[in-house]
């Protein structure tokens, strides 16, 4: 199924909205990507102006940033995710989530679903 990101067909009021034109390929968006813990793999993707963007799918290590210098690390586990409570449990891997490293916690600074890379900056 499609996921649009035009305006809803309500108004605040509860009232429906008029149509004033119809639907445009540039409002179609796209599922989320889910990035998982996992051996690492990368999917490029198709984007707007024929460009590709790299998707995470799985990733087991990360590029940490510990003082001055970028350290590759290992992800060990998923610890907390602002985002939903229920993606610690499916080890999903977002923005602002928080994983314990080799290094120890550290908290994804990347958009993993939309820059094909996870870098963290760690939180100790």
């Known amino acids: 199924?499609?996921?649009?990101?035009?305006?809803?067909?309500?108004?605040?009021?509860?009232?429906k909205t008029r149509r004033y034109r119809k639907s445009r390929?540039?409002?179609?968006?796209?599922?989320?990507?889910?990035?998982?813990?996992?051996d690492q793999r990368v999917k490029q993707?198709?984007?707007?102006?024929?460009?590709n963007k790299q998707v995470v799918r799985e990733a087991d290590t990360v590029n940490l940033a510990v003082g001055g210098e970028v350290k590759r690390a290992e992800i060990?586990?998923?610890?907390?995710?602002p985002a939903n409570p229920n993606y610690v449990r499916r080890s999903l891997l977002t923005k602002g989530t928080v994983v314990q490293t080799s290094e120890?916690?550290?908290?994804?600074?990347?958009?993993p679903g939309?820059?094909?890379?996870?870098?963290?900056?760690?939180?100790?």
């Open 104 to 111: 120890g916690k550290a908290r994804i600074t990347s958009r």
């Open 25 to 38: 390929k540039y409002d179609l968006g796209s599922e989320f990507s889910q990035p998982k813990l996992g």
């Open 45 to 51: 993707k198709r984007s707007r102006g024929g460009n």
């Open 76 to 81: 060990e586990s998923v610890e907390e995710n």
């Open 114 to 124: 939309q820059d094909g890379i996870i870098n963290a900056k760690l939180l100790e």
């Open 1 to 15: 199924m499609a996921v649009s990101h035009k305006q809803s067909g309500r108004k605040k009021s509860g009232g």
